[in-house]
Nanobody, 118 residues
Framework: QVQLEESGGGLVHPGGSLKLTCVTSGSTFSFNNMAWYRQAPGKQRELIAA???????DYSDSVLGRFTISRRVPRNTVYLQMNSLQPEDSAVYYC????????????WGRGTQVTVSS
């Protein structure tokens, strides 16, 4: 059974930084795509960063220039470096792995809370 587990969340002051890590287990293959989503209270879950197996990345406008996604392909580990954090970045951050290997797959972690507050 594939499992994704996020870590690295916490409380940080505005302007601060955090690095999230997502480790996976139970997979026998490298995921096509990995991504980070976030969901703030009362809002829909939003895709903020994605990375393909090729290393190609994509970011939402809300985090472009402040967040950096990276991954270690053989171990399906993905990171999210978050700089210049602002209160509006407060949310639960989720790791996602998706793609197709015969059938399509879409795996999610349980999330890690990030709170930006003075």
């Amino acid at each position: 059974q594939v499992q994704l587990e996020e870590s690295g969340g916490g409380l940080v002051h505005p302007g601060g930084s955090l690095k999230l890590t997502c480790v996976t287990s139970g997979s026998t293959f490298s995921f096509n795509n990995m991504a980070w989503y976030r969901q703030a209270p009362g809002k829909q879950r939003e895709l903020i960063a994605a990375i393909q197996g090729s290393g190609s990345t994509d970011y939402s406008d809300s985090v472009l220039g402040r967040f950096t996604i990276s991954r270690r392909v053989p171990r399906n580990t993905v990171y999210l470096q978050m700089n210049s954090l602002q209160p509006e970045d407060s949310a639960v951050y989720y790791c996602n792995a998706n793609g197709r290997r015969g059938n399509s797959y879409d795996f999610w972690g349980r999330g890690t809370q990030v709170t930006v507050s003075s």
